[in-house]
C-alpha cells in the first residue's frame, strides 16, 4: 500500500526526511505490543519444544530470513545456549547474508528442503511481511505434514500463509515511508518480534538469574569482565572473591554464582544444579537460600 502520509518526502529537507521517516518508525512498537498474546503462545511452545529436545527454525527470505539468521547467531555467545538449538533457514544461503538474491524467495521446493532436517518436536517459524512468501510457504507445509509446530510473524491481516501456522504473529506497522520497502517498519517489527521472542524463551529456561546472564561464553576480554561483573551484581561480592569463585568453578558463571550465594564449594553448588536441571533459583531453594 501506499503511505499517504510521505507522498512529499522527497520534497523536504535532510532533516524533514528523517523526521518523517522516525515519525513512522515510532508506531512500531505499539504494533508489536498488540501482537504479544499471539506472541506468548509462540514461546510457551518453544520452551517445550526445547526442554524435550526439539529445536526451532527461523526460515525466511531477503532481509526477514536475515533477521532470522541474525537472531539465531546472538544466542549461543549470549546464553551459553547450543548453536544447533536455533536454525536459520535463509533462502539462497549463506551468499544471501550478504547480497542480495532475488530470484530464491520464490522457490517453494527451496522452503521445503530447507525443512528437509525439521523433525516433529520442533517448532518452524515463517518471517514473512508479506506473509506469502512461497519459500516460507514451502518450509511451514512441510513442517505440518510431519506433525512440528508452526508460526507465522507477519506484516498482513491477510497473509496467504497463515492457513500453515498454529499461531499467526501479526504484526500490523501499516504502509511503508517507502512504498513496498518492508525493511523498513515491518523489518524493525521483526526485529523487535525475534528479539523479544528469543529472550523471552531464555528466560522461561532459566538462561537468566533476575535480569542477568549467567550462561556468557567467556570468549574475549570483555566478556572475562563481564562474567565478574554479573556475579559482583548478583552476590555483592567484591571483585577478587568473585574471580577466586570462578576459578574454583572451572570458569561456569552459574556454578560461581550458587557458590557465592549459597556459601558452598564448587563441587556441592554443581551438583545442586545439576539435581535442579541448570536452574539457579531451584538449586538456591534447595539449599533454602532466597535472592
Known amino acids: 500500500m501506499r503511505n499517504p502520509a510521505t507522498e512529499a518526502i522527497d520534497r523536504l529537507d535532510t532533516a ?11 508506531a512500531v512498537p505499539a504494533a508489536v505490543a498488540a501482537a504479544l498474546p499471539q506472541l506468548a503462545v509462540v514461546v510457551d511452545v518453544a520452551v517445550t519444544r526445547l526442554r524435550l529436545g526439539g529445536r526451532v527454525h527461523y526460515v525466511g527470505a531477503g532481509s526477514s ?3 532470522g539468521a541474525l537472531d539465531a547467531a546472538e544466542i549461543p555467545p549470549t546464553y551459553g545456549y547450543p548453536a544447533d538449538r536455533f536454525v536459520a533457514h535463509l533462502a539462497g544461503g549463506p551468499a544471501a547474508l550478504v547480497r542480495a538474491v532475488e530470484d530464491v524467495e520464490d522457490d517453494d521446493a527451496g522452503g521445503r528442503a530447507a525443512a528437509a532436517d525439521v523433525q516433529a518436536g520442533d517448532l518452524v517459524i515463517g518471517i514473512a511481511a508479506s506473509g506469502r512468501t512461497p519459500y516460507v510457504a514451502g518450509a511451514l507445509a512441510a513442517a505440518r505434514a510431519i506433525g512440528a509446530a508452526t508460526a507465522l510473524i507477519s506484516s498482513n491481516p491477510a497473509a496467504p500463509l497463515a492457513p500453515l501456522a498454529d499461531v499467526h504473529v501479526l504484526v500490523e506497522t501499516g504502509p511503508e515511508a517507502v ?5 523498513m ?8 518480534v525475534l528479539h523479544t521472542f528469543s529472550t523471552a524463551v531464555m528466560v522461561r529456561l532459566g538462561r537468566t538469574y533476575s535480569n542477568l546472564m549467567i550462561d556468557v561464553a567467556p570468549n574475549n576480554g570483555k566478556l572475562r569482565g563481564r562474567q565478574i561483573a554479573i556475579l559482583q551484581m548478583a552476590t555483592a561480592a ?4 568473585c574471580s577466586a569463585a570462578l576459578a574454583d568453578a572451572g570458569g561456569e558463571l552459574r556454578v560461581a554464582l550458587v557458590s557465592l550465594l549459597a556459601a558452598v564449594d564448587a563441587a556441592t553448588a554443581r551438583n ?8 539457579v533459583r531451584a538449586a538456591l531453594e534447595s539449599m533454602n537460600v532466597g535472592r
Do not use: F, W
Not at 567484591?238 to 572473591?241: K, N
Not at 545442586?272 to 536452574?279: F, P, S, T, V
Open 16 to 26: 524533514g526526511v528523517l523526521a518523517l521517516i522516525n515519525a513512522e518508525d515510532s
Open 65 to 67: 530470513g536475515r533477521y
Open 179 to 183: 512504498t513496498g520497502s518492508t525493511r
Open 185 to 192: 517498519k515491518a523489518g524493525t517489527a521483526q526485529k523487535m
Open 238 to 241: 567484591d571483585a577478587p572473591a
Open 272 to 279: 545442586r544444579l545439576a539435581a535442579a536441571h541448570g536452574d
